[in-house]
């Protein structure tokens, strides 16, 4: 990709996930995620109801009439995109790649908190840690988030959750929002989801493709492991094959959900050439209620 292509794109990606985010769900993001402590805000005269501990005794003293203070929740927030960027991100058979779905999300998902004036910031991931942006503000800080996406190039192609959750827990010290976006092809990311699951709110997103979860039936076919090269010929016609095929993906899909389950966090599920966008309003709309 081009200089100029990779500034287009990125344009295309602030202007569709602006669209996205002020038209269907900033309210609905603004709401879910709520502020992590309370601001002093002012002091008003005391009413009935309000909390005794919060009586302001010197001003109270100063007017002989009791007042209280009030106090407003922190509304500025911490987010953290964690974007798997293994090879079997880049694996898809409809309008587009899990990576490109990815990419897409977390563009919307960065502007949403850039525009509630959060911070935001990623780590991308494979088998090892690609590359780690702190979290900041701003319009520019989002752009140059989204032209990172787009370029990413990883060096390995493995995918190791429990490596990248450990650089989180041990990196990220501010309560956070986390989403991590990836299809969780790994099978030890337990106690580090757990560590992160008990100080972030974590949202996993576990993107996949159809065909990761059915085969078409299409005769004899190579296929080969994008994260370890290994190959290997599988007769898709027979009615068992398919079987196992969808078995075995449902299968890691209730793993997952019971991984998540056990560390008290969230997990959505994105598949690739379906709309995302009702996934994520459903999932916001849920949080307010």
């Not at 407003?72 to 974007?83: A, F, Q």
């Not at 929002?177 to 008990?198: M, P, Q, T």
């Not at 094959?241 to 019971?258: D, G, M, P, S």
Request: charged share 30%; net charge neutral; glycine share 6%.
């Amino acid at each position: 990709m081009t200089t100029a292509e990779i500034i287009k794109k990125v344009r295309e990606l602030e202007i569709k996930s602006k669209k996205i985010t002020r038209h269907l769900f900033t309210g609905e993001y603004h709401s879910a995620f709520k502020g992590r402590g309370m601001l002093f805000k002012e002091v008003r005269e005391y009413q009935a109801g309000d909390d005794i501990r919060f009586i302001d005794w010197n001003v109270s003293a100063r007017f002989n009439h009791p007042f209280s203070k009030v106090f407003e929740e922190e509304r500025e927030l911490s987010v953290m995109l964690m974007v798997d960027v293994s090879a079997s991100s880049l694996f898809g058979t409809t309008q587009a790649r899990k990576k490109d779905l990815i990419t897409e999300v977390a563009a919307v998902l960065a502007f949403s908190a850039i525009s509630n004036n959060d911070k935001v910031g990623v780590l991308f991931f494979s088998d090892v840690i690609e590359k780690f942006i702190p979290p900041k503000k701003g319009r520019d800080h989002g752009l140059y988030i989204v032209r990172e996406l787009l370029t990413a190039e990883p060096k390995h192609k493995g995918t190791r959750l429990g490596t990248a959750l450990q650089r989180l827990n041990n990196t990220v010290k501010q309560n956070s929002i986390v989403f991590l976006l990836s299809d969780f092809l790994d099978n030890d990311f337990e106690d580090g989801l757990k560590v992160a699951g008990k100080k972030h709110d974590v949202v996993g997103m576990k993107v996949y493709d159809r065909m990761d979860m059915q085969l078409p039936d299409a005769g004899l076919m190579e296929v080969e492991d994008a994260e370890t090269g290994a190959r290997n010929w599988i007769d898709t016609s027979d009615y068992l094959v398919r079987q196992q095929h969808e078995a075995a993906f449902f299968n890691h899909t209730n793993y997952c959900k019971n991984i998540f389950t056990r560390a008290g966090c969230d997990l959505l599920h994105l598949r690739t050439g379906e709309d995302y966008v009702k996934v994520l309003q459903k999932f916001f709309v849920g949080r307010n209620r």
